[in-house]
């Protein structure tokens, strides 16, 4: 029986303070800020040569993905669906290419890319088009009016302010900076916890 | 056994504070409607469907609704204003981050704690001997399983189970009409304490007794869910895939069928009183569904108990037991679902919907739905040695 109780006292240890580390260590992207929320009624269509182009501030150094919600109605989008990436002076940095049987109506899609290290606080601009479908084949895009990181998107010649609710991720510097942050950040909250019930 | 159960509960504890499996916030913000004089759940979350931040049907039996609502009811002033929101917010990021989830976690966790230690002292109930009263004590309160079922993916079964091992402590002393009553109250909760009504017909000594232990259960069940018969209660609870997930494989349904008739054809119960035994017949029924099912993690709460005490009584099954908990967890970690392992510790971080689960693990070397089936099948053998073994001794109980 003291075997037992070992077992369960260490295996349960384990789980709550050396698992979260261990899995941790899986995470290769990290997230910046999370996905502005959206009105799901307003949408932008992408097919043959009409695309969207966005335009955005990196919030950190080597950024390597970037994700946003789309739509693909009945799945019927089954072609390429390409994000192109530029510099604020266009000069093409990344491209992608995802196919569309692979987009589920609704999802957030993550367009990975290789890493570009010094992409702190630089302007990108990225298109996403995808040419070989017909209106029949169209996917839609959400777009969200706030300033921002998320600065401006054109869409039919047209330039509007805000611009798709996307999320952009990052190579972690080292694992050991995503656990130190993981378990950083949940200790702050804790002590803040205990913070609240004194004050 | 103080120090024992100070531990037992500190680790509870951690558990239930730091993991968090969505569906608690889900059940409990059906229920919060409780508490401003809602009655009838099913009908009024379908009819409210547009207006509600969280759409989804509430898949439990009316007496989860009262016990999780009239729970919700002592605690929400204790827990303070933002407790109602929390249970209201739809943002699965915003959820986690807020800064009273592990005050509102330890909260909605602490009525499984409670009924978690009664388990431990009713199960001390089925033995005579000091020893084994303090070995069942510790199997169950040290045995990672039902930690990691009950505070990590917030098992609300709990609620029936405890009503099943009542159950049992009546049938152990004869008494098989409260026992009737006590499985329909728990099928109140959840339904599969009515799979066991052709096994108490068997039971029963003359055909009067036989119709009356089977039609308690169906009487109280019957009599629970009176007053919310309707489209939305069928739809919602009767026919969701919660409850009717069983009968999906065929093999379940066969094997099930299977120990019923041989029940009634072949054994010749004990010698002295010529019944079968109840308990036997539970332990195998459920290890027949893990066995061909794609089972809920959850359903395993159902026989945890009962496996305990078969390991206290017969020791030499203590590996085999632990070994197919081992499997049976195995498998459902092994599910597309994230908030089976990952996702499990979003309270730490929300990077973790990054990180990969085992089934994207073991897709790069190795097809995760072939290691499954052989895992089941693994299983499959190991419980069916199990039942083979537990008829075998006739009387484990």
Redesign the interface.
């Known amino acids: 029986?003291k075997k037992?109780?070992w077992?369960?006292?260490i295996?349960?240890?384990f789980?709550?303070f050396i698992?979260?580390a261990v899995?941790?260590l899986?995470?290769?992207?990290?997230?910046g800020d999370?996905q502005p929320?959206y009105n799901p009624d307003l949408r932008l269509s992408i097919y043959k040569d009409r695309d969207v182009t966005q335009r955005f501030i990196s919030q950190d150094a080597n950024l390597s993905a970037i994700g946003t919600s789309i739509r693909n109605p009945n799945l019927k989008n089954k072609q390429d669906i390409i994000l192109a990436l530029f510099d604020d002076r266009m000069n093409l940095l990344r491209t992608v290419t995802i196919n569309g049987q692979n987009v589920e109506d609704g999802s957030l899609v993550k367009f990975v890319f290789d890493p570009i290290p010094d992409s702190n606080d630089e302007t990108y601009i990225f298109t996403l088009a995808s040419p070989d479908a017909g209106p029949e084949e169209t996917i839609e895009v959400f777009v969200v009016d706030m300033p921002g990181w998320i600065q401006q998107y054109t869409y039919d010649q047209k330039v509007y302010p805000g611009g798709l609710p996307m999320v952009l991720?990052f190579k972690p510097v080292s694992k050991f900076a995503?656990i130190k942050?993981?378990?950083s950040?949940?200790f702050s909250?804790?002590l803040?916890?205990n913070f609240?019930k004194t004050s | 056994m103080k120090k024992?159960l100070v531990?037992a509960i500190f680790?509870r504890t951690?558990?239930s504070v730091?993991?968090f499996h969505p569906d608690i916030k889900t059940y409990n913000y059906q229920a919060s409607f409780l508490k401003k004089g809602v009655f009838n759940i099913y009908t009024y979350l379908v009819d409210n469907k547009k207006a509600l931040p969280l759409k989804d049907d509430f898949v439990y039996f009316p007496l989860t609704y009262f016990a999780l609502g009239g729970y919700q009811a002592i605690i929400s002033p204790l827990l303070g204003s933002g407790f109602d929101s929390w249970l209201a917010n739809a943002?699965s990021?915003s959820v986690v981050a807020d800064?009273?989830i592990?005050?509102y976690l330890a909260a909605l966790k602490f009525p499984y704690l409670v009924l978690d230690i009664a388990i431990a002292f009713l199960l001390m109930r089925f033995f005579e001997n000091k020893e084994d009263k303090?070995?069942v004590f510790?199997?169950w309160l040290?045995?990672?399983f039902t930690?990691?079922l009950l505070y990590?993916y917030s098992n609300v079964d709990i609620f029936p189970m405890i009503l099943t091992v009542l159950a049992f402590l009546m049938i152990k002393k004869q008494k098989l009409f409260p026992a009737s009553i006590l499985l329909g109250l728990a099928s109140g909760f959840k339904l599969y304490p009515l799979l066991f009504i052709p096994f108490l017909f068997l039971a029963g000594g003359n055909l009067k007794e036989k119709f009356i232990l089977a039609a308690t259960p169906l009487v109280t069940f019957g009599l629970i869910i009176l007053p919310f018969i309707s489209g939305a209660f069928f739809k919602s609870a009767l026919v969701s895939g919660l409850t009717t997930g069983i009968f999906t494989s065929n093999s379940t349904t066969l094997g099930l069928s299977l120990l019923f008739f041989y029940a009634v054809l072949v054994d010749k119960g004990d010698q002295d009183r010529k019944k079968i035994n109840l308990f036997n017949y539970w332990v195998a029924l459920f290890l027949i569904i893990f066995s061909f099912s794609l089972f809920h993690i959850q359903w395993l709460l159902w026989v945890a108990p009962f496996l305990i005490l078969i390991a206290v009584k017969k020791p030499n099954y203590s590996w085999l037991i632990f070994l197919l908990g081992i499997l049976s967890f195995a498998i459902p970690i092994l599910y597309m679902d994230r908030y089976m392992?990952?996702s499990l510790?979003r309270?730490?971080?929300?990077?973790?919907?990054?990180?990969?689960t085992p089934y994207t693990?073991i897709q790069k070397v190795y097809d995760p739905y072939n290691l499954l089936a052989v895992l089941h099948s693994v299983l499959a053998a190991g419980s069916l040695a199990m039942v083979y073994k537990v008829f075998k001794e006739k009387e484990v109980l």
């Open positions: 029986m037992l109780i077992f369960t006292t295996s349960i240890l789980l709550v698992a979260p899995l941790a899986g995470i290769s992207l990290v997230p999370s929320g991720y995503v942050d993981i378990y950040n949940l909250r804790l803040h916890l609240q | 024992l531990l680790l951690l558990v730091f993991l943002g990021n800064p009273g592990f005050k303090k070995k510790t199997f040290f045995n990672p930690i990691i990590a392992t990952v510790f309270v730490y971080s929300t990077w973790y919907d990054l990180a990969p693990i």
